[in-house]
């Protein structure tokens, strides 16, 4: 038998309004719309992102690692952009055999990193789908007037810097998938640690910035294309973890993993030469390692050196089809 | 041989940059982030909604119609809390055996609405999925600051008005799908046409407000229930189409499918009798047709009259799983 289940207003006022109660505009998601009240100080940074069970989480992941990667993967786009976050919107569709246990579940992962991130939802969507379990969040930041940071600002000198250790999450996944043994990589792809302590310190500081979910040369070269710049990585100086350059010391294949692989979540900014020290500050006070690996030239493309030698790499970063 | 398609980039650059050019804060899509700027005399207004193929459209619906659905289903949620649209994020989901052909014409179906009804994209995702074809939007507009249209303003005594005809989409989807023979009614399905003519004119003359997307009597149960009152609604009142009327007469049991059916996307709206007159100018400035169909009372629930006699009536409303 079929477990008896709620339904959608049930639902919405037991698990998801209790996440809106902070929020005056959301009308404790009795009303449709949500209503912001912004301010001439600030621009909204705003910042959607999809995940579907089985294409960007593994289908029998937790309920409430589910929730926690799809407000993180929207958080470290924020934090790329200088934004502290404070909102967002929920579009879940469930599939045809949801439980109500999973509902709960996801929406305490949820209410943890409200907490632990400062944010509050303020109103989404929840729908039936025959298809996988899809939810799409819609996260707001706020930056001052004009100061937030895309893409298109490096310019040719700009150093090339990265925060954490990068492919801990693409080896992390053939860890998930029984493939090698690491909780620790495990656990970093499991859960994404957006750096939003240090985004909103990168205002004034980086001359751009993007997350690396497609993986490191792939969005290096998202900067320098929408830079028209050409990027030089020297293997050598990418910050790797101990877990990895375990791995990496066995198999030196996994290079192409650690260096095309997606779901880092760390950041990768474009910063002169003059502002490297406050860069430093800055990730001292956010209490984020940062790790220069290149620069940003003339020209087009990203250039991959090792021990200072040109070196050719397959074309990575994450395929979305 | 399938045939070769694009990638995402190439894909975004192609189809939806141009959607989003006259919208600076989004860098051309080239910045994983949109930069909205605010200011201190408006609240921003927020909806999102997804629509997934097999469940809130018809699987063989033209792609022109799924990009109009999607969009105007935000639209009218902003309608109904008197904003003006400006701007929206897209996430789309395809499918596996997406092709180029259906985006093209999905993005044109977008291209025209954003002329129609004065919106820009601002950014978004695209994802694939396994599933069925999933689009969730999430719409902004503009509202002077706290004078935002809710559900929950309602008072005793309240007059309950609603626009257009009631009836015509759920009739229509019989249509579409066969059951019975309207063209007229069909489109009225196909291609819901959001009052975002009327909505912005609403602030300061509707209590409260909603729109009839799940039916007309849970839409005006859902402003009942959040303004803690009870509302009755007189069936000889509701506007009805010509086309609706005749099948009416001749099936008089379609009256459930027309007060309980969703996808109206008119609005229903709750003004005292004061702001009667002024709510017949606006109706008539923005050329849309306003009814009264009947009253918020103290109380609790929506009951029907016929002819002044009670009604009962099974509760109905579109379940969203």
Redesign the interface.
Known sequence: MAPR?I??FELIARYFAPLAREFA?A?GL???????????R???????????A???FLPDEKAELVAARALRVCLS??A??G?TPYAY???L??T?D?TERWVARFARGLAADQRRFGIVL???????????T?I?I?AF?K?A?GK?I???GARAGDELWVTGTIGDAALGLLAAQGELKSAFLEKRYRLPQPRTTLGPRLVGIARAA??ISDGLLADVG?IA??SRLAARIERDCVPVSLAARRLLAASPQLWGRVLGGGDDYELTIAVTARNRAALLTAASAAGVTVTRIGAFTKGKGVALTVSGQPQRFAQSGY???
């Open positions: 289940r339904g959608e505009g009308g009795r009303s449709d719309n949500a209503f912001l009240a912004a301010d001439a600030h621009d909204l940074v705003v910042k959607t992102d999809t995940i579907v089985g294409v960007h786009d924020l790329a952009g934004a919107q929920l579009a569709s469930l045809r949801w303020c109103g989404g969507d929840t729908t039936g789908t025959p298809g996988p899809t799409s819609t930041g930056v007037r937030g895309g893409r298109a993007a997350d998202h294309d929408a395929a979305h089809f």
